[in-house]
């Protein structure tokens, strides 16, 4: 089992930066593939980046491509996201996930999710 908490959403501003976090525990955090998704209301739940067990390969959804960083911090069992450039249309709540396997796009491949974070960008 791999239990995961999120934290660092908030309120930001259009063109803002915020840093999300998430703290993995259980299972060895090194082996697994970490992503993050977004979802707002009414819709399904999106990739957003992906990063695997060494750090050394990352993936980002088009939308976010240049804007956000994914890396991760093996010796302290967590993964961040920062997000610069902020649009209003970032505005969802983010989850975190673990797999374990080849890094993945797809909701599916993650057997392990975070109970999400609020991620508001006002314009």
């Known amino acids: 089992q791999v239990q995961l908490v999120e934290s660092g959403g908030g309120l930001a501003q259009a063109g803002g930066s915020l840093r999300l976090s998430c703290a993995a525990s259980?299972?060895?955090?090194?082996?697994?593939?970490m992503g993050w998704f977004s979802q707002v209301p009414g819709k399904e739940r999106e990739f957003v980046a992906a990063?695997?067990?060494?750090?050394?390969?990352?993936n980002y959804a088009d939308s976010v491509k240049g804007r956000f960083t994914i890396s991760r911090g093996n010796a302290k069992n967590t993964v961040y996201l920062q997000m610069n450039s902020l649009k209003p249309e970032d505005t969802a709540v983010y989850y975190c996930?673990?797999?374990?396997?080849?890094?993945?796009?797809?909701?599916?491949?993650?057997?392990?999710w975070g109970q999400g974070t609020q991620v508001t960008v006002s314009s």
């Open positions: 990063i695997d067990w060494s750090g050394g390969t990352t």
């Open positions: 996930a673990a797999a374990s396997g080849w890094l993945s796009r797809n909701s599916d491949a993650y057997y392990y």
């Open positions: 259980g299972r060895t955090f090194s082996m697994l593939v």
